[in-house]
């Protein structure tokens, strides 16, 4: 994702990983001098009048819409990626919002993430790319890779020491379908992820209503 990453955030007024440092929650400020004060939450649209911009309701279509643009801002996919996500989700037998977010979830840049070797989606896709992540010992360098349960993704000690030391003092909570070994940087898929063991802070049912329009 290109541009400011929490102006979706500052928009709907939290923020959409949960993350300490968006803006929309507010911080320690340490000057130079060695002093400390605390940010104001700019829990408001960006732009000039952002702080006195009321909340205008919004229309169906709106809040459809809406849910759509969390859950691709979560998982940092273009509406391209989104949209052919949404399509092979739809192909067979079972609910298209469960095979959906299952989907997304066993996508290898969501394992790096929900796993806790990068703190963000974000850092997690450029790990991908960069080829510091392994998939059972073999470099994946496709964010887009789906992991299949019982594989192991992990990041290697050797090749990229910097990341290791990251992700060794990430105490990020694991969702019950993953398995961490802190020390040796890795993380095994234990089962494919359950509804109710994804947390993703938006209503799927209305994503899978916006694009069945």
Same mark, same amino acid.
């Given at each position: 994702?290109?541009?400011?990453?929490?102006?979706?955030?500052?928009?709907?007024?939290?923020?959409?990983?949960?993350?300490?440092?968006?803006?929309?929650?507010?911080? $320690?400020?340490?000057?130079?001098? =060695? %002093?400390?004060?605390?940010?104001?939450?700019? &829990?408001?649209? #960006?732009?000039? +009048?952002?702080?006195?911009?009321?909340?205008?309701?919004?229309?169906?279509?709106?809040?459809?819409?809406?849910?759509?643009?969390?859950?691709?801002?979560?998982?940092?996919?273009?509406?391209?990626?989104?949209?052919?996500?949404?399509?092979?989700?739809?192909?067979?037998?079972?609910?298209?919002?469960?095979?959906?977010?299952?989907?997304?979830?066993?996508?290898? $840049?969501?394992?790096?993430?929900? =796993? %806790?070797?990068?703190?963000?989606?974000?850092? &997690?896709?450029? #790990?991908?790319? +960069?080829?510091?992540?392994?998939?059972?010992?073999?470099?994946?360098?496709?964010?887009?890779?789906?992991?299949?349960?019982?594989?192991?993704?992990?990041?290697?000690?050797?090749?990229?020491?910097?990341?290791?030391?990251?992700?060794?003092?990430?105490?990020?909570?694991?969702?019950?379908?993953?398995?961490?070994?802190?020390?040796?940087?890795?993380?095994?898929?234990?089962?494919?992820?359950?509804?109710?063991?994804?947390?993703?802070?938006?209503?799927?049912?209305?994503?899978?209503?916006?694009?069945?329009?």
């Amino acid at each position: 994702m290109k541009g400011p990453k929490h102006t979706l955030c500052r928009r709907i007024g939290q923020c959409i990983w949960g993350l300490p440092n968006c803006p929309t929650n507010s911080r $320690v400020i340490k000057s130079r001098e =060695g %002093g400390e004060s605390t940010s104001t939450p700019k &829990a408001y649209p #960006a732009g000039q +009048h952002g702080p006195t911009k009321r909340r205008n309701k919004l229309s169906t279509y709106g809040e459809l819409l809406l849910e759509k643009q969390k859950l691709r801002t979560f998982y940092n996919l273009s509406e391209h990626q989104l949209q052919f996500i949404y399509k092979k989700a739809k192909q067979g037998q079972g609910i298209t919002g469960d095979k959906l977010l299952r989907l997304l979830e066993m996508r290898l $840049v969501t394992v790096v993430y929900r =796993g %806790g070797l990068t703190s963000t989606i974000f850092a &997690a896709r450029q #790990a991908v790319s +960069h080829r510091h992540i392994l998939v059972d010992g073999k470099i994946v360098d496709r964010a887009s890779f789906v992991v299949k349960p019982g594989q192991v993704v992990s990041i290697s000690s050797e090749r990229s020491p910097m990341l290791s030391t990251i992700a060794k003092g990430i105490d990020a909570p694991l969702p019950a379908y993953l398995q961490k070994d802190k020390e040796e940087c890795k993380v095994t898929v234990t089962h494919e992820p359950l509804p109710e063991e994804i947390n993703s802070n938006v209503t799927i049912s209305r994503v899978v209503e916006y694009y069945a329009r």
